[in-house]
């Protein structure tokens, strides 16, 4: 089957009201964006869908293929299309329904006329393309209500449009239009998770990561940037922070008392992150704590780590269970790089008994013996940048 054109639905774009030109905007964008390596195409924005128009079959598969991944598509559909002449209609809706999996299925047609002058009446084309389909199909029957294929036909000036197939997108809202974030990315399972989860609300990500030679090693850096890379695959560029970190945890161990040296960490590493925020004019800092999981991620552990900065820190994984977030990274396809048997810096001077309730003032206490200030703009200062994905200029245009 040749497909002439793909259908896009905003889903919950079109609540948007006086806004949603920005945000079909941002999509359109998106989309630019995501197939910048592709041969030219036609993006036409209406108010409550969009059509993209290939001019390639080669084209078609790859956006068919990718469409997916882009955040703020609710669903799409590969559309056929063919002259106003009854028989041309006719022949193409078997053309469309043959292209389908049509065993013990029910279907209807549904039509839309755009085009009033055209010869027949809605419901008499209805009729006309509902019985040849059927005596063409035997093995499939006519239902109304909720049927399994809902052969979609609309009458234009210029052509008649056919599809029969809904394949579900992404959802959620385009990337980009609820501004950036810094995501603070261990390498480990759950905050590539809390990435996407972000990246689906429509916030661009920044990632950082703190790196401790030689304690950590080079294959620890490059599960990182393989999982940068990965989210950079769902419509908008990653650029990652790699931050030197081994002088400021060697301090913290000979400072700070073993059971509370994890908070310490987590602290300066929140330090850091809100001036690489900064920097970046990022609006909120991202982790992937979730409530209770290990001790730095009670209650009062993140109070105390929290102290360190006004700056919004969004959890999104903060009422999610360990399968949970398993079975999401294994979704989103981060699940193998994670598992990577690399020792990110938060593991290597893990406490035998860490602290699950630390005190603040305990905490700044144990701190105030040792100015971290001058180590941590060195380490911001020292920091490796890099972008995701990785392309040749003249084929990746960053729209965003």
């Known amino acids: 089957m040749e497909w002439k054109e793909i259908l896009v639905r905003y889903g919950e774009l079109s609540t948007k009201g006086r806004n949603r030109n920005a945000f079909t905007g941002r999509l359109r964008d998106n989309i630019k ?17 969009m059509f993209i128009r290939p001019n390639e079959k080669e084209t078609m598969d790859q956006i068919i293929d990718r469409l997916p991944r882009i955040f703020g598509i609710q669903s799409f559909s590969p559309v056929a299309s063919c002259s106003l002449e009854l028989e ?30 055209f010869e027949m009446s809605t419901n008499e084309l209805q009729e006309y393309v509902g019985s040849y389909v059927l005596s063409s199909f035997p093995e499939i029957k006519v239902q109304m209500k ?3 294929i809902d052969l979609r036909i609309e009458v234009r000036r210029e052509a008649v449009y056919m599809t029969a197939q809904i394949i579900p997108g992404a959802g959620g809202l385009p990337i980009g239009s609820n501004g950036k974030s810094l995501l603070m990315l261990s390498g480990g399972i759950d905050s590539p998770v809390a990435g996407y989860q972000m990246l689906k609300r429509g916030v661009r ?15 620890s850096k490059e599960k990182v940037m393989d999982l940068s890379d990965k989210l ?27 059971n509370v040296s994890m908070t310490t960490t987590r602290r300066m590493m929140l330090r850091i992150a809100d001036l690489v925020r900064e920097e970046t004019k990022a609006l909120a800092i991202i982790t992937g704590e979730s409530l209770g999981q290990v001790a730095s991620q009670t209650l009062e552990s993140l109070t105390a780590i929290n102290a360190v ?18 079975e999401f990274a294994q979704e989103i396809d981060t ?7 690399y020792e990110d810096c938060c593991t290597i001077f893990t406490s035998s008994s860490p602290k699950t309730k630390p005190k603040l003032e305990k905490v700044e206490f144990y701190e105030s013996f040792k100015t971290f200030d001058e180590m941590i703009t060195q380490a911001v200062n020292e920091r490796e940048v890099m972008m995701f994905p990785k392309k040749k200029e003249d084929k990746f245009v960053d729209f965003l």
Not at 38 to 47: A, C, G, N, S, Y
Not at 89 to 117: C, G, H, N, Q, W
Not at 236 to 253: G, N, Y
Not at 335 to 341: D, G, L, T
């Open 232 to 258: 950079s695959r769902f419509g908008a560029s990653v650029k990652l922070h790699i931050i030197p970190f081994t002088a400021i945890q060697q301090e913290i161990q000979k400072q700070i008392p073993d």
């Open 205 to 219: 990500l920044d990632a950082i990561h703190f790196y401790s030679p030689p304690f950590t090693s080079e294959l």
């Open 146 to 148: 909720k049927p399994d």
């Open 335 to 341: 699940y193998e790089v994670s598992i990577r048997p």
């Open 309 to 326: 900065t006004n700056t919004p820190v969004l959890r999104p994984l903060i009422s999610y269970d360990k399968l949970d977030i398993i």
């Open 88 to 117: 041309d209609i006719r022949e193409t809706a078997l053309k469309v329904m043959k292209s389908l999996d049509r065993a013990d299925k029910t279907f209807k047609v549904t039509v839309k006329r755009s085009y009033k002058p």
């Open 33 to 49: 964006y995501a197939f910048a390596d592709l041969p030219k195409f036609q993006i036409i924005t209406e108010r409550d869908r």
